[in-house]
């Protein structure tokens, strides 16, 4: 196992709207970069919204209070304007912050609470539910997000036990605040330069395509399949997804091959750059070698592909790995004991074998100011096993080669883009196979009431799965 190289998050720096820093937290001074979405065919706007509804359970007089609290943080900020300084400053926007009771907790009197009150057209929803564990299916977290969906309407989840929890709450605003911007169609920030330079070639666009296969959690003759797209800068694009019958490989391949072929018709329609280069990361998680064989067949039969509508086609593989990695020297100790940690810098790339990476995700970095912190506060660092699979690449149409290094850049960058958590600067999974059970999950449950997640327009074109 030998070192390949380092990525430094100072690197891959973040552009918002008045600057670029590496700090996400930066942009309650620098502002979002765009409160509209970034490409064309996308039908929301954050400036559409003129409401942010808070939505609680009535007759709970512990919860009201806190209620009060929230709305009073998101409309005036925290005494410390550098943690938060207040929804409106923040993002920019002059919408009204309130709250409504709902009567119990069911998804459809909490639906009916924000229909009833005439907002589905101008208010976003933020809901207050007690807190479940996001591995239960039939959770009222997830049943009441699917009602929400199935009626193109995207929510933020706020839990009672964050709301009572001081210091979590705290840190809480602000990520909060970013996820509801993302879900209204902004851009909070993106990578302030192309993590690929291509020299040599005018007028090219590079995709990055996350993909995955998850199982029902019931019923396993049924899966889901999706795709979501993020150009070089890491900007969302767009996402889609088809329901599967995964009892045999013909029948993944063809809904496979199915979903590849619309959302690499979408992504042409959606940009008018002459040279398309598409990379795509999946997910190694759940699949096993049928599945893996059937992802194989549907994309080198892909009608786009092999019309040479993209000059160039990459696959990584992407999975967690059991292999621990630790540094004798390292500079990062335990700020209490002192004691040394061993943790590793996050970012540093060893090759196990051709084609096949290993990638930190968690340890020290170095940010600016010589200033070193981490982002694992215990426990063992963790990394992942990226894998190169030139069999199911399309061989270049041009010379525009890119090498291995290059195509692990475009992993690490879509760790560093992390909307749900601000104090962490590089996430442990990138964002393209980051969420998969949620979108799975609340897929399967669209579907079980009929509803084509592909068919609805706004939730098609926001991040509404963070």
Known sequence: ??????????????NFKESIATDAYRIIKLGPLSKTPLYKNATVDVDQYKLLLVLYKKDESEIEGRV???IKDLKEGLEDKRIFSGF????????????IPFNKYDPDTIFNTFNQHGFSNVAFPVIILPKVARSEYDSIYYRTKAVF??????????????????????????????????????????LARRFISIEGLTNVAINIVGFSLSYHPLQKKRGIGFITVFDHNGVWNFMDSVVLSMDKVDNITEGVAKLIERSLKEILQRTATENQILIIHYSGKEISSREEEAI???????????????????????????IVVGLKDSPYKDKRSEIETWYPPAGIIFSLKRDVYLMVTTGYFEQEKDNIRANITRGLPTSKIIARHREMEIPSQRETFLEDKDLLKSVFAMCRLNYASMSNPLSKDPLTIRYSREIAWLTLRL???????SKLNKIKNIMWFI
Request: proline share 3%; hydrophobic share 45%.
């Open 1 to 14: 196992m030998r070192i390949l190289d380092r990525f430094k998050i100072t690197d891959f720096k973040l």
């Open 68 to 70: 009060k609290q929230f």
């Open 88 to 99: 409106n400053q923040v993002l920019r926007t002059n919408v009204d912050i309130e709250a």
């Open 149 to 190: 969906l199935a009626k193109d309407i995207p929510t933020q989840i706020v839990t009672i036990d964050l709301l009572k929890d001081a210091n979590r709450y705290k840190w809480s605003l602000l990520p909060l605040t970013v996820q509801i911007f993302v879900k209204m169609g902004g851009v909070p920030y993106a």
């Open 296 to 322: 194989r067949n549907a994309i080198v039969t892909a009608k786009y592909l092999n019309e040479n509508k993209f000059i160039t086609v990459y696959v990584l593989k992407i999975k967690d790995s059991d």
């Open 447 to 453: 579907e079980e009431h009929d509803i084509d997640l």
